[in-house]
């Protein structure tokens, strides 16, 4: 008893001196480098990505339109702080350079606020379609509200709810998006960038608290157990529907949560942005990570948002430069991403951080599902 | 942690090369911003082998100062198509550099709405050699309510493009169809920021000249084929037909659906075609019986009337990449280096107020492009628009069209 | 099973409704658009033309969907696994099928006995291409990962998609490609009822129909069929039974690959455009036809490519084609609704 409390203690140690070192970490870099950005945009999709693992590693659901969310997110920014309903005037809550917009200027933790309550009512509606479904029938509803919501995005010029007021602004976009606005701090400014690192740390921290919470709650048990055996979660008396919509409702807010911020960061919402190869994207960090596993799903977000952002741009790309060769390696980096991912997948199939719980189904085969172990080598 | 140490101390030494003008050897730093992955690779290569050829013509050299370019890419493999994400970290990457001259890009006019606010704030002028879209500069009509005021936060304007504005090609396309004796066109675009502004404006200068428009068709552009788009178009008696768009954008197949549902359908484009991708049959374009019944309007002159230079460039283009009709990007990007070495050399100067100035005092410029200012939104002042033939699988200049824009 | 997850009582009304949606449900959403369409060209034209133009495109066009979300189905059947690569490997099959057309020299105006020899012979190399690739990739990135997690092996599909994207690139550029036309696709052939028949569209039917058909009978009939019939049921009690699980996969993975390469010779023949994204949306289509037909279910797949066909020129012919892809996802959403399992489903034992 007393050791495991002794392990606790130092686990709870060692998290307050890492977390001290990620929040001191951009005052030792140029405030506007390319690696506070990086940074902050790996802080971005960590959002996302545990959004995304609560729908697919803890309920199970494999969802492959999860850029749905992010979509809705984005445009709730877009639509509530921009200057993109030009006839509009409303502000609350903002100052500075976005006051004297016109259009409608809602301060950026209303729509934060927002965003979640929009997403989570889409997360629900596209879960009820796929209750009845199973395993891989749901990803396809999901990849086609994906796509249905990408498409709505780029044709969404030609809604119009009433003259002036157009649903999106298609591959114009929206742009520029306002810029986050707290009290008593200066304005946040796309040239100083530590700002934003702490704001999207804080939602992260937001984000993996509530994250460890559900894991262990009531709710979550319900979910792992749903994912394990649903037929025997049902008899055990889980409410099948509830607690999957509530996996597609609170998956879908993370997302939305995370799109409104990188809405507002990247000061643009692009209809192009939205595109089935960003679901991947998002549910490769997951899978890479350990599917399931919290500080998995954290590792493998941060792994691949640098290899997309930085290994393969800025460091591959002047491999041939400084080596003297005359090549163009640009042409390859789309090949490269596709290598590392198959490498990593074949060297760490379990993931970076496999779950607890899966990697002792996987080691000792005890409580091992239908599906996982089918095609036992001889 | 040594990378911060490191590009605080870069910071240093530039500090000095701005206060003494005369300074030979200083180092300026261009920078281009280009999607080099995806679909728009061909285009953007061209382009980025344009800005070398017009570096390399110029000895690396601007006045007194040495010029090192980068390119920069504003696409991710991930996305295979330019990001707001790595848009606004190329604009801050250059944003952050003392030493950075000037900024040229992007290629597509969403990006530039991104990079603008950025190299805005910082004071870096930057030169696109792609964008059309109306509001990055004016409030003509075509732009939207608050544009384009709210991409300069600083109330300064720091963006120039040496492309002209959309309404003047949607004028010009609209005469030669006249011209032409269409009656019913029907018309297609990507949607993407150049061709639906493009599409929008042709349409307008349609109106006005009585060419009736019987319908402004989005295409997919990852669809397979557009045969029932054409069947329908066939349905509705057209007899003319116009893409606004790029060639990556699947221009080649619905050229060809068109053409195989209308015989003898006269088919029309605008610059975002005007390459050998799309018209020579071996760089998989349009096979001859279909292109011969094509035009394309480009914003460059008959080669007869190109100035010296503008010779140079062609014979030295073939020199440098064995391909003696250069893509139209190619020359666009040619254009933009060269015009920021000029800036740069009249500027005299490495601080980047002054290139800035330089570049927006720009006037009767001789260039491949032919002779043209840069007014005071950043715009050029180039109205005069190619209209060329297909002639076996090559672009040939037919005639210049002066755009009756009606007002 | 699927009501396991409903709760067990409802008021009456509703389940009598409830019975009638699953019952028709289905037939009313797939008629919807042809009736409506069908009804408005008979009022404005007084026949059945536009309705029946739209329908033979997307007939032809669906059989290519069909011959490439066969080879989706067969992989899912067999290893659950979305085979994320599929498309690319259509892809290569029509680049294959364009370099060849380029060293043998094969021309248009070359004759009829000429062309169709090799034709014949370009079918046979685009098919062993894309069979013998798909083996391979069933090779590197699916077999290490066996005992793996199930989604793992989706994750290495898509980084294999991506590198056979890049090869694509590298291969023909990065823009859409125009080939020579050889067998003047848009050329009518004859016309029926008021219907102009092309060359492509005898050329897809005709070439897709006999495939199909002996596909259909080698799983039917052959021991290797019946063993990859076996495995796809229970591979466990297959092994049990001696059969090479390892080559019964190996073999599935060839079959879809070389219907892949056919697809991809005649897609470069009919669209006479290739690109190499075009798997990409192809293997999106033909993943969402086979999950239409019921996947795992090969006369599903075909129906679900035809279905999804006809949708797309409809679509694009009065809707407008920027919305199309949207209303093909819509369609899936709706059949999966009234019927989970897909059209024709519950063969494999994901939907048993």
């Known amino acids: 008893m007393s050791t495991a409390l002794q392990q606790r203690r130092t686990q709870v140690a060692i998290f307050i001196v890492v977390l001290a070192g990620i929040i001191v970490l951009p005052l030792f870099f140029n405030p506007a480098s390319g690696f506070v950005d990086d940074c902050t945009l790996a802080l971005a999709y960590i959002t996302m990505a545990l959004g995304l693992n609560i729908i697919v590693g803890f309920a199970g659901l494999l969802d492959l339109g999860y850029v749905a969310f992010y979509a809705i997110g984005a445009y709730t920014m877009g639509w509530l702080a921009s200057g993109f309903y030009a006839d509009a005037d409303i502000h609350i809550g903002v100052t500075g350079f976005a006051e004297n917009l016109p259009g409608i200027h809602l301060n950026f933790f209303l729509v934060l606020i927002a965003a979640m309550v929009f997403t989570t009512i889409a997360g629900i509606i596209i879960g009820l379609p796929t209750l009845r479904l199973r395993g891989d029938y749901i990803a396809i509803v999901t990849l086609a509200f994906g796509e249905i919501i990408g498409r709505v995005a780029i044709n969404g010029d030609e809604i119009k709810f009433s003259e002036g007021f157009p649903l999106t602004n298609g591959r114009q976009g929206i742009t520029p998006v306002d810029k986050i606005d707290l009290p008593f701090v200066d304005q946040f400014t796309s040239l100083n960038l530590r700002p934003w690192y702490w704001v999207a740390l804080g939602l992260v921290l937001v984000v993996l608290f509530v994250n460890f919470r559900l894991r262990d709650s009531r709710l979550g048990r319900a979910w792992i157990a749903l994912r394990e055996d649903e037929v025997a979660a049902i008899s055990m008396g889980i409410p099948a529907v509830k607690t999957k919509l509530f996996a597609y409702g609170t998956g879908a807010a993370f997302g939305g949560i995370s799109g409104a911020f990188l809405a507002s960061y990247l000061n643009t919402v692009n209809a192009d942005q939205f595109q089935f190869s960003f679901s991947i994207f998002v549910l490769a960090m997951v899978i890479l990570g350990g599917l399931g596993s919290i500080w998995g799903v954290v590792l493998g977000s941060v792994a691949l948002t640098f290899i997309n952002y930085r290994l393969i741009p800025d460091v591959l790309n002047d491999v041939p430069n400084k080596v003297g060769l005359d090549f163009d390696l640009t042409e390859l980096s789309f090949g490269i991403f596709g290598f590392l991912l198959v490498v990593m997948m074949v060297l760490r199939p379990e993931g970076l951080i496999p779950e607890r719980r899966r990697q002792m189904e996987l080691e000792e085969g005890i409580g091992a599902g239908d599906t996982e172990l089918e095609l036992v080598e001889p | ?407 | 099973m699927e009501a396991a997850s409903l709760p067990a009582t409802r008021p009456k009304p509703l389940r009598v409704l409830q019975d009638w949606l699953s019952k028709y449900g289905l037939i009313v959403v797939l008629l919807a658009m042809p009736v409506y369409y069908g009804i408005q060209d008979l009022s404005d034209d007084g026949n059945l033309t536009r309705l029946g133009g739209n329908i033979v495109d997307g007939l032809s066009n669906g059989a290519i969907w069909a011959l490439v979300a066969i080879g989706y189905t067969l992989v899912y059947g067999i290893i659950e696994l979305i085979n994320f690569a599929h498309g690319e490997v259509f892809m290569i099959g029509s680049f294959t099928a364009a370099g060849f057309f380029g060293t043998v020299g094969l021309t248009a105006g070359m004759g009829v006995p000429g062309l169709a020899l090799g034709l014949l012979l370009t079918l046979v190399v685009c098919m062993v291409v894309s069979g013998m690739l798909n083996v391979m990739i069933e090779r590197v990135a699916y077999r290490p990962l066996r005992n793996a997690p199930v989604l793992a092996p989706l994750i290495t599909a898509v980084g294999f998609s991506f590198i056979l994207q890049n090869v694509g690139i590298l291969w023909r550029g990065g823009s859409q490609e125009g080939i020579p036309d050889l067998i003047n696709s848009q050329h009518e052939l004859f016309t029926i009822f008021g219907l102009d028949i092309t060359n492509g569209d005898v050329l897809s039917i005709g070439t897709t129909v006999p495939l199909v058909i002996l596909m259909v009978t080698f799983i039917n009939q052959s021991r290797l069929g019946k063993a990859m019939r076996a495995t796809a049921q229970d591979p466990e009690a297959a092994r049990l039974m001696g059969i090479n699980v390892d080559t019964t996969i190996s073999l599935t993975f060839l079959i879809g690959g070389m219907l892949a390469g056919a697809a991809g010779l005649i897609y470069a023949l009919y669209q006479t455009t290739i690109w190499y994204a075009q798997g990409f949306t192809a293997g999106l289509i033909a993943f969402t036809a086979a999950v239409m037909g019921g996947i795992g279910n090969i006369k599903g797949a075909v129906l679900g490519g035809v279905i999804i066909g006809i949708i797309q020129q409809i679509s694009d012919n009065r809707i407008g084609t920027e919305w199309t892809p949207a209303i093909v996802f819509a369609y899936l959403v709706l059949i999966m609704v009234f019927k989970p399992s897909g059209l024709l489903g519950e063969e494999t034992r994901e939907a048993g």
Do not use: H
């Not at chain 2, 504003?74 to 994400?85: I, K, M, V």
């Open chain 2, 1 to 407: 942690m040594s990378l911060g140490v490191a590009a605080c101390g870069s910071d240093d030494d530039s500090g000095g090369s701005s206060t003494s003008d005369s300074a030979s050897g200083g180092t300026i730093n261009i920078y281009s911003s280009l999607p080099l992955q995806g679909a728009s690779r061909p285009q953007t290569t061209a382009m980025v082998n344009g800005i070398k050829l017009a570096l390399q013509q110029a000895n690396n050299k601007a006045g007194d100062f040495t010029i090192k370019y980068t390119s920069l890419d504003d696409s991710t493999a991930q996305a295979g198509n330019w990001t707001p994400e790595a848009t606004s970290q190329n604009a801050r990457k250059v944003a952050q550099d003392d030493k950075a001259g000037v900024y040229i890009g992007e290629f597509n006019s969403g990006a530039s709405a991104v990079s603008i606010p950025i190299l805005n704030e910082a004071g870096v002028p930057q030169i696109s050699p792609a964008n059309t879209a109306v509001g990055l500069t004016t409030d003509e009509p075509g732009a939207d309510k608050g544009e384009p005021d709210k991409y300069y936060p600083t109330g300064k304007r720091t963006y120039t493009r040496i492309v002209p504005i959309d309404t003047i090609q949607g004028a010009a396309l609209a005469t030669t169809m006249k011209q032409d004796g269409c009656t019913k066109v029907a018309m297609t675009n990507d949607k993407e920021v150049y061709g639906a502004g493009l599409s929008r404006n042709v349409q307008l200068a349609a109106q006005q000249q009585d060419v009736a428009i019987l319908f402004n068709e989005g295409i997919d552009p990852k669809a397979p084929n557009y045969r029932s788009l054409a069947s329908k178009a066939k349905g509705e008696g057209a007899d003319c037909f116009i893409y606004a768009g790029i060639t990556a954008n699947n221009a080649v197949q619905l050229y060809k659906d068109f053409a195989a549902a209308i015989p003898g359908l006269k088919m029309y484009g605008g610059d975002g075609v005007a390459e050998s991708g799309f018209v020579d049959p071996k760089e998989g374009g349009l096979p001859t019986s279909v292109s011969k019944n094509v035009k394309v309007t480009v914003a460059t002159l008959s080669p007869d009337d190109y100035p010296p230079q503008g010779q140079e460039f062609f014979s030295d283009f073939e020199d440098t990449y064995g391909d003696k009709n250069p893509d139209p990007y190619a020359i666009y990007g040619y254009e933009a280096m060269n015009l920021a070495l000029d800036a740069i050399q009249r500027a005299g100067s490495a601080d980047k107020e002054k290139i800035l100035e330089a570049l927006f005092a720009t006037k009767d410029r001789e260039s491949v492009l032919g002779t043209y200012s840069i007014d005071e939104n950043g715009d050029t002042t180039l109205t005069d628009y190619g209209l060329y033939t297909v002639n076996d699988g090559e672009l040939e200049f037919d005639k210049t069209i002066k755009a009756e824009t009606g007002g």
